[in-house]
């Protein structure tokens, strides 16, 4: 309770700060006829975003965004109908020592809570050399692979996984899918066993969380921050309420019944294969199946550079564009993608409103505030968290508010570069590897608190 009151004073103080900033602005004439037509219009973008928003508000305030330890509700020994449990990573094998870093933790957290009946599949297009055992299995994807709608990249791969022949896995079966530096924690394993015991959903998504361990670039882990707000807010309510993929659907943290994998496949074509994931995601919606949330979270690290990042949000913006403007899916199954592309075009207008005053409409200026307050309520929420286990947790509420304004404009530019590079390079489709090679660190014991 105390921690839900501490969420509505940060809101509430954020009001307030706005609104009596804003109150002090002074906002120029525009003289020239048509730049005012244009600021005019433009002021309206600040409507977009609000869907996001207010989403993502409701899951922040309304769902306990500070569970207590996950627990397990039944053996992690018994899972349904002797299920088997399938730890799926796809990677590129162009680090190999990472991917071999990452599995060995992973492993310890499944041996530390007694799973047995589990494998981690190292799906690789370059052999990397994994010790095969009864619980590790590289699986080399062949150059020459073609999927029948010629899916490319990642789904590419998915895709070789699931055919037959290459697939072990019964339809009862679970996978959970990993990128190559992916952590699990104890908190994350023992909220994907009580998924699938649960049962009643084929899909499940938890939260990743970026500021653990090592910081590479403080930069991109701060801009980072708002992701995890986002998990914790707009995914969160989505999937663990409305049980729908409905603004998107990420590619690592995914829990899927192999049977429904299998149904929906990977093949989508090249329109699907920038951001298969959220191909994937919409799909499986259209098709009836049903989503919810996982408790715990999962570790990753930010990109290692501004260029990295921006890239990173250029892919994600470009493959989206596609995702939505496929024909493939039903349109009331990519609407939500249309309030996410929007959103992320309006970012620099948004911006632009907080430096300039815009918008001078006494109603569209309350919107903007409200709009502003909840975004910088989401970031603080998304610093808290990622920042949760480090030792100095006193400071955290301070450093979060103070950090939040001047973030949030470096936050602007780097997505805003992202997404307008995407636009000017629209027929420039790729997949951008992003570099998180660091150097092997000590095999310590992952403690949550």
């Known amino acids: 309770m105390h921690r839900y009151i501490k969420h509505c004073s940060i809101i509430g103080l954020w009001f307030f700060v706005l609104a009596f900033c804003l109150k002090f602005i002074h906002i120029n004439e525009i003289e020239d006829g048509r730049l005012y037509l244009i600021c005019s219009i433009l002021q309206f973008l600040i409507l977009f975003p609000t869907v996001l928003n207010v989403t993502g508000l409701f899951g922040l305030l309304f769902v306990n965004c500070y569970p207590d330890k996950p627990v397990l509700k039944r053996s992690s020994k018994y899972l349904p109908f002797e299920t088997f449990m399938c730890f799926r990573v796809v990677t590129r094998g162009l680090y190999p020592q990472l991917v071999k870093t990452s599995l060995q933790r992973n492993i310890d957290i499944c041996i530390k809570l007694g799973l047995s009946n589990y494998v981690f599949e190292v799906?690789?297009?370059?052999?990397?050399?994994?010790?095969?055992?009864?619980?590790?299995?590289?699986?080399?994807?062949?150059?020459?692979?073609?999927?029948?709608?010629?899916?490319?990249?990642?789904?590419?791969?998915?895709?070789?996984?699931?055919?037959?022949?290459?697939?072990?896995?019964?339809?009862?079966?679970?996978?959970?899918?990993?990128?190559?530096?992916?952590?699990?924690?104890?908190?994350?394993?023992?909220?994907?066993?009580?998924?699938?015991?649960?049962?009643?959903?084929?899909?499940?998504?938890?939260?990743?969380?970026?500021?653990?361990?090592?910081?590479?670039?403080?930069?991109?882990?701060?801009?980072?921050?708002?992701?995890?707000?986002?998990?914790?807010?707009?995914?969160?309510f989505t999937l663990g309420q409305l049980h729908r993929p409905i603004f998107n659907w990420k590619g690592s943290f995914i829990v899927a019944n192999a049977g429904a994998e299998k149904s929906v496949s990977f093949d989508f074509g090249l329109e699907g294969s920038i951001t298969e994931d959220c191909y994937f995601g919409m799909k499986a919606w259209e098709m009836g199946y049903r989503f919810n949330f996982i408790e715990g979270e999962m570790w990753e690290k930010s990109t290692f550079s501004v260029m990295d990042y921006i890239r990173q949000r250029r892919r994600w913006f470009l493959g989206i564009s596609k995702v939505f403007l496929s024909n493939n899916i039903k349109l009331p199954y990519r609407t939500g993608l249309f309030f996410l592309l929007i959103s992320q075009l309006s970012v620099p207008f948004l911006t632009a409103s907080a430096l300039t005053g815009i918008p001078k409409n006494s109603q569209l200026r309350i919107v903007f505030v409200v709009q502003t307050a909840i975004f910088m309520f989401i970031y603080i929420v998304g610093v808290m968290k990622s920042f949760q286990h480090h030792r100095c947790r006193w400071w955290l509420p301070l450093f979060a508010f103070f950090i939040a304004f001047p973030m949030s404009v470096v936050l602007s530019v780097l997505e805003t570069s992202g997404t307008y590079w995407a636009i000017t390079r629209w027929s420039q489709v790729g997949f951008h590897i992003v570099n998180k090679n660091i150097s092997p660190v000590n095999n310590r014991e992952i403690r949550i608190t």
């Open 123 to 236: 799906v690789t297009d370059e052999f990397i050399g994994i010790k095969e055992s009864l619980n590790v299995r590289e699986v080399v994807v062949p150059e020459n692979y073609q999927t029948k709608h010629g899916s490319r990249y990642k789904a590419r791969a998915l895709q070789y996984c699931l055919e037959e022949g290459v697939n072990i896995l019964s339809d009862n079966d679970w996978i959970i899918h990993l990128d190559e530096e992916t952590l699990m924690t104890e908190r994350s394993l023992i909220g994907v066993i009580n998924f699938i015991n649960d049962g009643q959903y084929e899909f499940g998504q938890g939260v990743i969380t970026y500021a653990n361990e090592e910081i590479v670039c403080w930069i991109t882990t701060l801009a980072d921050s708002v992701r995890v707000g986002i998990d914790y807010g707009l995914i969160r």
